[in-house]
């Protein structure tokens, strides 16, 4: 028997993480909103987008802690497919993606805002210290133009996956998608063709953090166009908890 990924023990550090970032988040945007008052456009921006990023890092903190979810999945909603009948539609998760495109986002408006500030003469708070030269701005802009590039990389390469309950099996579509490519799986498994279900792990996480699957190990052996490459195999098709 391998360990069991789910449920993970609630982790009273990472809530303490969640708390302090969430509250420090909120005073720099408030302050953030008192400098745009007075004219102050850079130190709003800059830092504006580096409370935002901190926000994220505070949901990964509440992830980390323990807590998946906060209320009912707004997205489950009923299906009808003329050939298996009316059924259940689960789509899936797509908040790590989200976070891997606001965060860059969020550093890069701070990098940007501190090039400028630097630039015209408005200030140079925002450089870090001992890099208040030419070179250090040209290095922060640089890096923000950097960061765009990985979030549009990111926005634009993604793995969407759906299922879908119906009365004779379960159904999974899966659109992977990497810049303006999208290749699209699709597979059904009757629940006579379904020999076993496993708890399984998606093997990337963050410290004790998992990512829990759930592994179908069917009966029949699945086409490769069925298949989604590292998690598929002949025999088992995986679907996220």
Known sequence: MHDQPWPQPLKFTGILCFVMLTALSIAIIVEC???????????ALGFGGGACTLALVAVIALHDSGIRHIGLPP????????????????????WVNRI???APIGISM??????VAWATGHGDAFMPFGRNTAGGAVYLASGSVVLITVALFVATSRLDTTVRIYPDGI??????RILLI?????????????????????GVGFRSTSFPVIDLHTVSTLADEQRVPPHDTDNKVTIMA
């Open 100 to 102: 891997l495109v606001a």
């Open 171 to 176: 159904e999974r579509i899966t659109a992977r």
């Open 110 to 115: 701070y990098g940007t805002a501190a090039a």
């Open 33 to 43: 909103f008192r400098r745009a008052i007075l004219g102050d456009v850079e130190f």
């Open 75 to 94: 997205g489950i909603t009923l299906y009808h497919d003329p050939h298996h009948g009316t059924g259940v539609t689960i789509p899936g998760k797509r």
């Open 182 to 202: 999208t290749q699209r799986t699709r597979v059904f498994l009757s629940w006579n063709d379904i020999a076993r279900i496993d708890v399984g792990n998606l």
